[in-house]
């Protein structure tokens, strides 16, 4: 198979620092584009391509864990630098690798479970992920049936999370690409835009294009063929992406001259940053002498922004406990960029996932030099990567101030023992529902600001909202407000408490609460104190509005 982005190095490292172009920083974005399922978003690559013997899966095999896939992966026969996290998966698959350091057998996942692909859309519903662009390479392979099947997995998974997706074709040793890439559009993929989780921007469906221009000879094609492919796209009525090379605007070191109008027939430009930079201070001169100017050329041309922002290679020792990734964010969030692309969600054979990860030597193969989370002597939970992807998500929409200072603790909860029981536990926190209309997300509940709110699908009860607390915490109180100066309305609500995400218990039984503007327009709900990470509130009934409805989610241990 040929060398695909996730091999793509640059040829040379990014110079010295150069002044900032003035006037870029300090403001909001000016988007070419309205926000939208990309525009002031958080999207995640998803490959969705690992397979194992007896999942089913037309490709067989152990896909993409394996250099010899009908072998199983060991030291010796692997393409993965870096172990998942298992626990939340309901069963995994015997490899030929040691047992993990605490002595259980050494599994793997498979992504053609539906399970599997139903957990990580629930993590990236947890931690406010919006939109995952899953990969498609060249469909008329082998691993065509598995991609197709994967489609519909990923449909149905964005769909149950009320997270949204899109195609992202990566042309990689696609040789026939330019009329293939049309017929796989208008044959399958097509019609997954009836979708009401296929991502639009500016009302149009999202596709990513992946490859045009790079120097490399697994993807040689010419600026004639690669035009005429995005303006054929254009011209099917989808609102088209370009991945593009590091030096897109120069034509040096990763990227072919003579390409500049093809990038600028793109709606938007996401260059790619794999492999580019090795510690923040790489990150800080990249910013500094290519993405101020990238940022300034879309601007110029009307084009949306989403540079690409990564956690740092696990294998290699590039994250610094999470201040790696961190920079990445706020180099760009502070830019103006108008979205981010996270690369990638699960990309464990490059080190490069924000997935859950073993977090310590006593959950990886013993023996086998994998490094865990912990590999600089920072203890992290396996989270940590999808919690510092929420906070920068909240960065990025004005939820969190701006801050080159990583506000994600590595453990949740910071280690600090016990909470204050006057300090809301909720404040900040990943959010989820049921269902939202228009802007009104759940997000609102927790930012702090009286005036936003959360707010249903309207004639559709029982609705819900969540908060994700971080740690297992006890907690005895909650308070919900709606915005001051709405008039008085009864909404019957039950509260309910979750160790997983999965399985609910009730701490306060449905009920009609009031909701009185002459009284603050809150309502407080005292429990037996329970110990849980995951509290929701459900909404069954509300005399004021069709729908739930709720401007903050407030959450509280006992006094």
Known sequence: MPASRRTVLSAVAAGSAAAAAPGLFGRPARAASPPGDVVGKITVGYQGWFACPGDGAPIGGWWHWSRDRFQPPSPANTTIVSWPDLTDFDH???????????????????????????????????????????????????????????????????????????????????????????????????????????????????????????????????PGPCLDVITWFKAQGCYVIGGVPTWWRQGINDSRPGFLDVYHAFHMISPWMVGRAATPADLDSYYANVNVGDYADCQAH????????????????????????????????????QGLYVSMFDEFNEGNQIAKTAPTAARVPAGSGIRALDEDGTACSPDYYLRITADGGRMLTGQLALTATRPTPPVPGGGVPGPDP??????????????????????????????????????????????????????????????????????????????????????????????????????????PTATVRYVRVTVTA?????????????????G
Not at 107 to 136: K, N, P
Not at 184 to 209: E, F
Not at 306 to 332: E, F, I, K, T
Not at 542 to 558: C, D, F, K, M
């Open 302 to 337: 009307g084009i949306d922004y989403q540079p690409c922002v990564l956690p740092g290679d696990l294998s290699a020792g590039h994250r610094r406990h999470g201040d790696y990734y961190w920079r990445s964010l706020y180099n760009m969030i502070r830019l103006g960029s």
């Open 92 to 222: 995994g698959y015997p490899t030929a690798y040691p047992n993990l350091g605490d002595g259980q057998p050494a599994r793997l996942f498979s992504s053609y479970d539906q399970q599997t692909v139903d957990t990580h859309f629930r993590w990236m519903r947890e931690h406010g992920i919006d939109t995952a662009a899953l990969q498609r390479f060249n469909p008329t392979g082998d691993e065509g049936p598995t991609r197709d099947a994967m489609t519909v997995k990923v449909r149905a998974a964005a769909e149950a999370t009320g997270r949204k997706f899109s195609i992202m074709y990566d042309v990689t040793g696609w040789t026939a690409m330019q009329q293939e890439i049309k017929n796989d559009w208008l044959a399958k993929m097509a019609a997954h835009t009836a979708s009401p989780a296929y991502a639009r921007q500016n009302g149009r469906p999202v596709v990513c294009i992946w490859g045009f221009g790079f120097d490399d000879p697994a993807r040689p094609f010419a």
């Open 542 to 558: 509300n005399t004021g509005w069709p729908a739930g409805q709720a401007s903050s989610l407030e959450v509280y241990a006992a």
């Open 422 to 527: 006057n300090r809301d536990l909720a404040a900040g926190r990943p959010t989820a529902q049921s269902s939202q209309t228009q802007g009104y997300g759940s997000a609102n509940v927790v930012d702090g600001n009286p005036g936003s709110y959360w707010e249903s699908a309207n004639h559709a009860f029982p609705q819900w909202v969540q908060v994700d607390l971080g740690p297992a915490t006890p907690v005895a109180r909650v308070v919900l407000r709606l915005p001051p100066g709405w008039e008085a309305r009864t909404q019957t609500l039950a509260v309910q408490g979750s160790a997983d995400g999965g399985s609910f218990t009730t701490l306060s039984a449905a009920t009609g609460r009031t909701f009185d503007p002459a009284t603050g327009n809150q309502v407080s709900v005292t429990f």
